[in-house]
């Protein structure tokens, strides 16, 4: 026995070493070519002497016209180049709403409150088992208007909750950039399910008193994906218009979105969603790019909106007694699944390196042509990416994107905790995410992250960033005073 797995372990590392060895030859084919010929040449050049050197470039017999000709040219492509290339987009900093403690709610306040509202057994235990499987902690916060017994979904209280959770993210991002309101050239705002008028970014402009030409954005009913779909529409404005700032805000109300029905498609909402909000800062202002923690690679969005199972598995209905809420399907996950793979073919060539991208081609004429009860091939996002943002939907989210894309419990460790200490905060999450992995100290310079979003309608969207500077561990943010508890152990079903 020892033996047999003493040869086991041999043959498994003599494997990993012929991985390692294909995928350096593969990833630097060119370089490994070049090299030599170049090498080859230089050595032939030092064998001349002068005089064979001055013949060799008599014998080229180019004139100061051809010279003149062939560096005007050289000057005129790197021109063209250089002013046609994108204008970088800066990730200069951004902050996260931290909710106040009095606006907690734990397990048995939250079912102690759905107990005195619904008086329906099923729907209480129903939401029960939902709770003890969910993956969230003890210290997620609902907006003030969902304490009232019953919740007092009002115009007014949902305007607050908006004030609430858009200003204190802006003025801590203020507070941290120094930013000044006649800086800001672009608004975007995404918030799904609450859009009253004045817009939510009329109401940033009115209490910041930002200029009257700024260009502004008010994204809704795009899901918890959404603030992906900003951060792009912020970089297409920001090609648009040089030696600007843009101000992105994700965020999700929900004071006029609690069910009061017995549905249970539409129950999981009320137990998954916190409140929560981000405020980011891009800048395409090269003097930005000193501070700014990160470049903005890559944005792919992916839409199955075509199809009505897609269209309808997350969907705004009223169910029979007239209770307004947001259904869920049982085929989200698979509907899912389905979204990620359409957005990780387009993301592939992208960010894999081509030892990856060979295999994945390999794999694909081998099952076309010569066996089609090959297994399709994984490529390995962890030679793309350091560190993963994985929306905080649901455990059963991060569960599905942690298996289909063979991820460590490390590489998902900043989106279960998130989905712990905040819940599903929707299309802030990734932000919380992003925070944690900051407050744990392990953002490098030349660190690449890969932020997932999934939305209704039903959309995945990716954003790839990549670290320009070794972040230091902040002293203040939405982690900053339980950072040092994390990561916790999340048993399958917490008993209530």
């Known amino acids: ?57 008599r014998a080229l017999d180019l004139d100061l016209v051809h010279i003149l000709c062939s560096a005007f040219l050289v000057v005129f492509v790197a021109t063209v180049y250089f002013m046609s290339r994108p204008r970088p987009v800066f990730l200069v900093d951004y902050c996260c709403y931290k ?48 304490h009232y017994i019953p919740p007092n979904p009002s115009m007014e209280a949902s305007r607050a ?4 959770v858009i200003f204190n993210a802006i003025d801590d991002l ?52 959404a603030g992906l779909i900003s951060i792009d529409l912020a970089r297409d404005m920001l090609q648009v218009h040089p030696n600007s700032n843009a101000l992105v805000i994700s965020t999700e109300i929900i004071t006029p979105n609690f069910y009061h029905g017995s549905r249970r498609d539409m ?9 929560g909000a981000a405020a980011i800062l891009l800048s395409n ?43 869920l399907s ?4 698979a509907i899912a699944g389905e979204a990620l793979k359409s957005n990780i073919t387009t993301m592939g060539p992208l960010v894999l390196p081509m030892s990856e991208q060979l295999l994945f081609f390999f794999r694909l004429v081998g099952r076309k042509v010569i066996n089609s009860k090959w297994k399709p091939y994984i490529p390995d996002f962890k030679l793309a990416f350091e560190h993963f943002c994985i929306h905080a939907g649901g455990r059963a989210v991060i569960d599905e994107l942690q298996k289909n894309l063979e991820l460590s419990p490390r590489h998902v460790e900043a989106s279960r905790m998130t989905l712990h200490r905040f819940g599903n905060t929707s299309s802030s999450s990734l932000w919380y995410e992003l925070a944690y992995i900051e407050a744990k100290g392990r953002m490098r310079k030349g660190d690449r992250v890969w932020q997932i979003g999934f939305g209704s309608g039903f959309k ?18 939405p982690w900053d005073d339980c950072i040092q508890r994390y990561p916790v152990h999340i048993p399958e079903v917490v008993k209530l």
């Open 161 to 164: 909750e908006a004030q609430l």
């Open 1 to 57: 026995m020892p033996s047999a797995l003493g040869s086991g372990f041999a043959g498994s590392v003599r494997l990993k070493y012929v991985k390692l060895g294909y995928q350096y030859l593969v990833n630097h084919f060119l370089t490994l070519l070049l090299v030599p010929v170049m090498a080859a040449t230089a050595l032939e050049l030092a064998r001349l002497g002068p005089g064979e050197l001055l013949a060799l470039w």
């Open 174 to 225: 203020v507070r941290r950039t120094g930013l000044k309101p006649k800086d800001i050239d672009i608004l975007v705002v995404n918030c799904s399910l609450f859009s009253p008028t004045p817009s939510l970014s009329a109401m940033i402009i009115n209490k910041y008193k930002l200029r009257s030409n700024i260009r502004s954005f008010n994204l809704s009913g795009m899901g918890c994906s």
């Open 330 to 333: 049982k085929e989200l996950m």
């Open 285 to 327: 202002r090269r003097r930005e790019a000193r501070r700014a923690k990160y470049r903005l690679v890559h944005v792919v969005r992916t839409h199955k909106g075509a199809d009505d199972r897609a269209y309808r598995c997350v969907y705004e209905e009223e169910d029979d007694e007239g209770h307004s809420g947001i259904s």
């Open 267 to 275: 129950l999981l909402p009320n137990c998954l969603f916190r409140m």
């Open 460 to 477: 995945c969207n990716s954003a790839v960033w990549k670290c320009l500077r070794t972040v230091k561990t902040p002293t203040d943010g």
């Open 99 to 146: 909710p106040s403690p009095s606006f907690r709610v734990p397990f048995t306040t939250f079912m102690e409150h759905i107990k005195l509202i619904s008086n329906n057994d099923k729907s209480l235990r129903f939401q029960t088992r939902i709770l003890e499987r969910s993956g969230l902690g003890e210290e997620t916060c609902l907006p003030p208007a969902n």
